[in-house]
């Protein structure tokens, strides 16, 4: 893949996590991601991950996301709720189907992802798996995200709208 194929990957660093342990962090010193400190950084036309969101991530966004990029919110879990307002304000959000976390904090857990295993499982949707598996390469878990969700991510994969996604999350949740 070239790098002009690649989606350009955004994360909002909340301060929140420790960051020996914040994936994102890690993504940015691999030069795979770009760090922005302030919610008002993300670009603006970039599509928002964010777990509330009312519409589920899907190829439909593909052309906004390769033209802008998609960021994620580094956040704890534990004190997201107040958070994710600031940023829908401003900015388009999806959220992102049935998956297992494999990252060790929260493993085995439905829907509590990692900032790296959202942008993967985001990128595997919209078709740049090769991207996706580069990102979770730095990681010695990397691999069992794609292990403990290879079916549902190979349903989404080939899924062609957001109805699609949803029905095909419907056979695992």
Known sequence: MSTEDYIKLYFYDGKQCNPK?????????????????LISKIPSYSLVLVPTADRVLSKDD?????GSGL??????????????????????????????AANPV???????????????????I???RSQAEEIMGKFKWG???????????????????AEDIIRAQELFV
């Open 71 to 100: 960021a994620v919110l580094d956040l704890s879990w534990k004190a997201t709720g107040s958070d994710f307002p600031r940023v829908i304000k401003r900015t388009r959000q999806r959220s992102l189907p049935f998956l297992l």
């Open 62 to 66: 593909q052309e906004r996301i390769e």
């Open 106 to 124: 929260n493993y085995g857990k439905p829907f509590m992802l990692s900032s790296a295993e959202a942008f993967a499982a985001a990128l595997v």
């Open 143 to 161: 691999q069992t995200f794609f292990d403990l969700n290879r079916e549902p991510l190979e349903e989404y994969e080939i899924a062609k709208n």
């Open 126 to 128: 919209l078709g740049h």
């Open 21 to 37: 342990r914040c994936s994102g962090k890690k993504l940015a010193r691999f030069n795979l991601a770009t760090q922005v400190n």
